[in-house]
């Protein structure tokens, strides 16, 4: 798989320079080969992997009481989809595959059989408690983080339906469920716990990466909006903010979602963008990332579409080295056969479960067993890369050995050069995957007669005047029809605001994507200037 603790090979130049893979409508441009992305690096069905692993033991408060950072072989007895998962979670299958028969919103599990699995000697009945388990655990940590500030999301992809030739034919929206939300969970607790790791072992030399707060001029005018709309909630500094999005949406989820989405979208236009940073160069106080509500985050789980994970990858290792694979007096033994935990039944009772889950806590050996096996001999042999490509004359050249990981490890003002190259490289693969939302969506909306959609009213305001005014009209008022915050096309929140309403938004093959438009109705001499908020914005994500 991927030489996760040196660089300086051809794969590993390319890889940094493109930083990450870019995902559009029609395709994804990976980092890395398709050979490795899609099958090396990938958990396939009953193959081995290596991976680096983070292995917790967890106390009946899903507290997290040791850790094990290392190494590992990953043999996967089952290869589900996030549906699959979902299906579990919500209690449509509890013994076999075929208790769900046909499609479940436009998935079909009988397309799926040949690859789910389980092999060797585990039963799916195993899996499904194992999974609903991992479900619980999942809960309580998502409320946590929620009780202590964290920012929810609302987010919802819009995707489209191609034809043989690439053409989009329809659109359909992807929600983040359960069992989205069941791996987020985890993948966050790993990048902070690693982050942590990291930064102790090498407090000048970490790869994090922080949120910055909102931007206090657009956090005032939202509360501005927010007063003249009638909600009296002061979101002004950043403390407040979280607190009062949760008031705000408890309000309204159940009256309007549409209102929630709109009022979301506003709200994510107050944040800042998250980046990479070296935590040599920047003082800890600025380390906190907002979103999270944690003083400590990195990206560690996805090496295989982020060079910043291969470069975390580097210096954990570098601190297991350094300091040791566990925070405490626990070893890799300990962790093993302890996935049918005896504190379930705690952990069940301290969460809200939703799904029809079996309540047997006595379902058999655990498959976990099997699943991470540590291999005392996956210490690699240590090699310096070559200082440049060989080459065939120059083949049988001596390698040279080092001794100390450390010696890898990039420098403060090396990562910090780094970063920017990371930061940038993500925010022009954000660009490019927002523009080709939008050119799909213009390319969709031009095969229909009419385009309608989904819009909330949030301002309107008379203009008196005659259309020869108009240009006038149009100059002068400017920044209070766009907003002088606005970018492609945001509009600015305030100015005589009104009473937000659900509007159907017709346009004769019109698009109204990337923020909303001012629309200019003429009756008896005056200008009505209405501003929407369409409830897909392509320009909302973090």
Request: with cysteine; glycine share 6%.
């Amino acid at each position: 798989g991927i030489n996760a603790e040196y660089g300086g090979t051809p794969l590993d130049t390319e890889a940094r320079a493109r930083a990450t893979t870019v995902y559009m409508v029609q395709k994804a441009i990976p980092m890395l080969p398709s050979q490795l992305c899609e099958h090396l690096c990938s958990l396939n069905l009953g193959e081995d992997r290596f991976a680096y692993s983070v292995i917790w033991r967890l106390n009946d408060k899903c507290e997290i009481i040791g850790e094990w950072f290392g190494k590992t072989v990953i043999h996967s007895c089952c290869r589900m989809t996030y549906e699959v998962a979902q299906l579990i979670i919500e209690g449509k299958i509890k013994n076999a595959w075929s208790d769900v028969s046909g499609p479940v919103d436009r998935f079909d599990i009988r397309n799926y059989l040949h690859m789910l699995g389980p092999n060797g000697n585990h039963s799916i009945p195993e899996i499904v408690k194992d999974v609903l388990g991992l479900q619980r655990i999942a809960q309580v940590l998502r409320k946590r983080r929620f009780d202590n500030g964290a920012l929810g999301h609302h987010d919802v992809d819009l995707k489209f339906t191609l034809d043989e030739k690439g053409e989009p034919i329809g659109t359909w929206l992807y929600q983040t469920k359960d069992s989205n939300h069941l791996v987020e969970e985890f993948m966050l607790l790993a990048n902070i716990q690693v982050a942590k790791k990291i930064s102790t072992s090498f407090p000048k030399q970490a790869l994090l990466r922080r949120h910055p707060d909102p931007i206090p001029r657009k956090l005032r005018a939202f509360t501005a909006f927010l007063k003249a709309t009638n909600y009296n909630l002061d979101l002004s500094e950043p403390k407040d903010f979280i607190a009062g999005l949760v008031v705000l949406y408890e309000r309204n989820i159940q009256i309007s979602p549409d209102l929630c989405q709109a009022f979301h979208i506003l709200s994510m236009r107050c944040m800042q963008t998250a980046k990479y940073f070296c935590s040599g160069i920047e003082e800890k106080e600025a380390w906190h990332h907002f979103a999270l509500s944690v003083d400590y985050y990195t990206h560690f789980t996805s090496p295989i579409r982020r060079y910043a994970d291969i470069e975390v990858h580097r210096t954990l290792s570098a601190a297991i080295q350094k300091d040791g694979p566990s925070t405490g007096n626990h070893t890799i033994d300990q962790y093993k056969h302890n996935s049918s935990s005896s504190n379930d039944n705690n952990i069940n009772n301290n969460t809200n479960n939703n799904a029809n889950t079996n309540n047997n806590n006595n379902a058999g050996k655990s498959i976990y067993s099997n699943v991470f096996r540590h291999n005392s001999q996956l210490q690699h042999q240590r090699f310096k890369p070559a200082p440049s490509v060989p080459s065939s004359s120059s083949s049988s050249a001596p390698i040279v050995a080092k001794k100390d990981s450390q010696d890898f490890l990039l420098t403060s003002s090396e990562l910090d050069t780094l970063v920017a190259h990371l930061n940038q490289k993500k925010m022009n693969a954000t660009h490019a995957q927002d523009d080709s939302d939008a050119i799909y969506l213009c390319k969709y909306l031009l095969t229909l007669p009419q385009a309608i959609a989904d819009a909330v009213v949030i301002d309107f305001k008379v203009q008196k005047g005659k259309d020869n005014e108009k240009g006038k009209d149009n100059e002068k008022g400017k920044d209070n029809e766009r907003g002088k915050d606005s970018e492609k096309g945001k509009e600015k929140v305030g100015s005589a605001p009104s009473t937000p309403s659900n509007k159907k938004n017709n346009n004769n093959n019109n698009s109204n994507e990337g923020g909303s438009d001012n629309k200019k109705k003429k009756g008896a001499g005056n200008i009505i200037l209405i501003c929407l908020v369409p409830l897909y914005d392509f320009e909302s994500r973090i």
